[in-house]
């Protein structure tokens, strides 16, 4: 008698943990996405998951671990720039007129040779977390469908990627370490060191604007689903002379306006909004976050008339696309650019693209060109489809 009141208790006990344990998860996790559909990632879903950082099945190698020397995109043209000096946190970050003069040198260079409509210059800042996901971007542009050729040329080859927007690229690494590693692999948000990537960027953009050359300000951990410059060239029309054309945050108040992707146009409203913006982040190092500064001067046409539009979020998205199921996705139009600003930490930018199939290096951190194209040709039949 004794013993089975003993194995009742036990069974008891054993049931109520089981039940309280699948309610808890219920409950507590239903705020997770759902698990995307993976039939446009790869052509046997349950055969093989998505590659990735941290979702890898083919091993994961740390940046430290080895560094692949070849090079695996020949005369890909992409510009790195790496003399800023590293920054010392409790220092104001100065940069240097040598640097300043091969920073505009180069970005002239550029803008005379760029092929891309408006002749735009795209421009980042990166610091030495963001080197993998810029070497993702930098397989995702080059994996784009490049321009239909000139009539009388021949077509293009399969195996040869987007050299107009890759060699229009301008990258600024605050460490020498970071564009060595972007050169040999390529041939969080408040810290102190995003702070001044942040006040690094606003002085760069406003000599870009300065030297009256016209650019596409992005980020590193974007995903680009489609070629935009065409759709970037036609935002500035002769009725609406806009200066700069700004992201969307997908949330409601007084921070509309983000700072994740900025259009630049050759104008001296352009020259007053940007030389305005590192005035005051240079003025005050307690002022941090550029976002209040540009929807400040943005809302108040800042000198007389400064004209700043926006992108629609079904154009230029940000990180609440990667968030949705596929029937949410496919019942909007697909955005040209997703931004993956839902994540502070790198490693979760990381495996969220990842997760969703757009993480296009190789265990080695190479360029994967076929798996890249192979996935934004998928996701462009499937774009279509939604727009109809």
């Given at each position: 008698m004794?013993?089975?009141?003993v ?14 344990h699948?309610?808890f998860n219920h409950?507590d ?18 055969k ?28 890909s043209g ?9 920054p010392?946190l ?7 007129e040598d ?12 803008h ?17 977390a963001?080197?993998?996901?810029t ?7 080059y994996?784009?469908?490049?321009p ?9 080859q399969k ?5 107009a927007?890759?060699?229009a690229v ?13 050169r040999?692999?390529w ?5 102190p060191r ?9 002085n760069?953009m ?9 650019f ?8 680009w ?16 002379d806009a ?10 108040g007084?921070?509309?306006l983000?700072?994740n992707?900025i259009?630049a146009?050759a ?23 550029q976002?209040v500064?540009i ?14 539009r ?9 990180g609440?696309?990667?968030r949705?199921?596929d029937g949410?996705r496919l019942?909007?139009r ?6 993956n ?15 969703n ?5 190789s ?6 060109l076929?798996?890249?194209q ?15």
């Amino acid at each position: 008698m004794f013993g089975r009141a003993v194995w009742r208790l036990i069974s008891g006990i054993l049931f109520l943990y089981i039940a309280v344990h699948l309610a808890f998860n219920h409950f507590d996790l239903r705020w997770m996405p759902p698990y995307p559909d993976l039939s446009f990632v790869t052509d046997s879903p349950k055969k093989k998951k998505p590659d990735g950082p941290l979702v890898s099945t083919d091993g994961f190698l740390r940046p430290d671990e080895g560094v692949n020397k070849t090079e695996i995109l020949p005369n890909s043209g992409v510009q790195f720039v790496d003399a800023v000096p590293k920054p010392k946190l409790r220092q104001r970050l100065k940069i240097s007129e040598d640097f300043l003069n091969k920073f505009k040198n180069v970005a002239k260079r550029l803008h005379r040779s760029t092929t891309l409509p408006a002749n735009f210059v795209l421009f980042t800042v990166i610091n030495k977390a963001f080197v993998n996901v810029t070497m993702n971007l930098l397989c995702n542009l080059y994996a784009l469908p490049p321009p239909p050729p000139p009539a009388k040329s021949k077509k293009w080859q399969k195996n040869v990627g987007n050299l107009a927007l890759t060699r229009a690229v301008l990258v600024v690494a605050l460490h020498e370490q970071s564009c060595a590693e972007l050169r040999a692999k390529w041939h969080e948000p408040n810290s102190p060191r995003h702070k001044q990537l942040m006040k690094v960027r606003a002085n760069l953009m406003a000599v870009l604007s300065e030297t009256k050359i016209p650019f596409v300000m992005f980020e590193s951990d974007a995903i680009w689903l489609q070629n935009p410059m065409e759709f970037f060239a036609k935002q500035q029309t002769v009725l609406d002379d806009a200066n700069v054309v700004l992201s969307l945050n997908s949330i409601k108040g007084q921070q509309r306006l983000g700072a994740n992707l900025i259009i630049a146009f050759a104008n001296n409203g352009t020259r007053r909004l940007l030389q305005e913006l590192r005035r005051q982040l240079n003025q005050d190092e307690n002022l941090l976050d550029q976002e209040v500064i540009i929807n400040q001067l943005c809302h108040s046409q800042f000198g007389g008339g400064v004209l700043c539009r926006q992108f629609s979020l079904l154009d230029i998205s940000d990180g609440i696309w990667l968030r949705l199921s596929d029937g949410e996705r496919l019942a909007r139009r697909w955005p040209l650019i997703v931004h993956n600003n839902f994540y502070t930490q790198i490693e979760d930018k990381m495996a969220r693209q990842a997760i969703n199939g757009f993480w296009f290096l190789s265990s080695k951190n190479s360029c994967n060109l076929s798996k890249a194209q192979r996935i934004l040709e998928k996701y462009n039949k499937i774009s279509q489809k939604s727009g109809e």
